[in-house]
């Protein structure tokens, strides 16, 4: 089984354009996460997919593999369809950019499902508190017994009907893992309803019957969207990293 990990690396973000470019212990955001991921040596290659020239030779200038999306993309998952429609391959990882410290434990989780031959999407959640649930920019997820995902959703699920405590909440970490054939039928795909009222593009699966299989990790990362976020993953790095 060929397993790959892409990154997708979009320079002109909305909320913080340039933000793969900011330096975290002298080294650009994108780079670091990259050369995190490859030192892993959990995938047969790992490659940055950018629109930005930028990008693209931060990457191959320091050893890296970066290709260049042909057209302009809405999400991170139709700019990963697009590098490997021609790619032999059978799982792709979708690691996002902006999280320099993502560690090996849950890539390794959402790489084991994959080990079921019924797997056709898998994605990570960890468990959150009541008060972390009512936020609608955490997402939630409910899964059923085996683990495959029910919905998603900004809202609280499940809601506390009784008003008794529940201690069972999840928050959808948004890294994914897809069989090449669940992606390129994905890309095909117009918006479904759901996903449309909550933004939230993996319902589009759920909307068109593929299940996606969920892994348990207790992982906390930062994922950089905001200047804010940017000096919290500056400060980590030099209390955990330098120190």
Do not use: C
């Amino acid at each position: 089984m060929k397993k790959i990990a892409l990154i997708p690396a979009r320079y002109a973000a909305t909320r913080f354009p340039a933000k793969l470019m900011q330096l975290i212990g002298g080294k650009p955001v994108i780079r670091y996460t990259y050369e995190q991921v490859a030192s892993m040596n959990l995938f047969d290659e790992v490659i940055v997919v950018t629109d930005s020239d930028i990008i693209f030779n931060e990457i191959s200038s320091h050893g890296g593999k970066a290709v260049m999306s042909k057209k302009e993309h809405e999400s991170g998952s139709d700019r990963i369809a697009e590098a490997i429609a021609e790619m032999d391959v059978d799982v792709i990882i979708n690691v996002q950019g902006d999280e320099p410290f993502i560690q090996q434990e849950p890539l390794e989780k959402l790489l084991r499902l994959f080990d079921d031959p019924t797997v056709e999407v898998g994605s990570l959640m960890r468990t959150i508190s009541a008060g972390e649930a009512a936020d609608p920019n955490m997402v939630k997820v409910v899964t059923d017994q085996a683990g495959n995902a029910l919905y998603f959703s900004r809202s609280v699920i499940p809601f506390p009907r009784s008003g008794e405590n529940f201690s069972g909440y999840h928050l959808h970490v948004g890294v994914y893992g897809y069989r090449k054939p669940a992606l390129m039928a994905f890309t095909g795909w117009s918006p479904t309803p759901a996903e449309r009222t909550e933004k939230l593009e993996q319902l589009r699966y759920l909307e068109h019957g593929i299940r996606i299989r969920m892994a348990s990790t207790s992982h906390i990362t930062i994922a950089i969207d905001t200047p804010e976020d940017l000096e919290r993953a500056r400060d980590w790095y030099s209390k955990n990293v330098v120190a």
